[in-house]
């Protein structure tokens, strides 16, 4: 049995970090002192963090997490997930490649005056909303 702070050095796993796991039902301690509450882990369990770190690095939030190792899920709904994943981040890049474009065309507009302009236009998406028009002549007087 390792003390959670050996665990910690040994997993370069913040001990924060490993009770939260606990508290989350990620990773629970083999043992627990019941006069302290020291938590004590196993080397056994370090394929088990490992596994809880790798799908946390490719974006799984912890409840995700949970349901991979506590719940059995298929291959398939992992594929799922990952599929689903991988969306969320081409959005992202996609939305970051368009900030990075309107920081160019700011760099630019700045090095051609010189200055800041002196208004910021901004462009913003609103929902669609139901509008009426009148039209009509206007006689002359």
Do not use: C, W
Request: no cysteine.
């Amino acid at each position: 049995m390792i003390k959670i702070g050996d665990f910690s050095k040994l997993s370069q796993v913040s001990i924060k970090a490993l009770r939260y796991y606990d508290e989350m039902e990620l990773l629970k301690p083999i043992s627990v002192d019941r006069f302290t509450s020291y938590r004590y882990y196993s080397v056994s369990q370090l394929p088990r963090l490992n596994r809880i770190l790798a799908l946390k690095d490719l974006g799984l939030s912890l409840e995700q997490i949970g349901q991979v190792l506590n719940q059995g899920i298929s291959p398939e709904q992992l594929r799922g997930m990952l599929r689903l994943k991988h969306a969320e981040l081409q959005q992202d890049i996609t939305e970051e490649q368009a900030r990075l474009a309107r920081v160019e065309a700011r760099l630019n507009h700045i090095a051609m005056e010189g200055v800041m302009p002196n208004y910021e236009v901004v462009l913003k998406q609103v929902e669609p909303q139901l509008v009426a028009e009148v039209r009509g002549t206007v006689a002359k007087i």
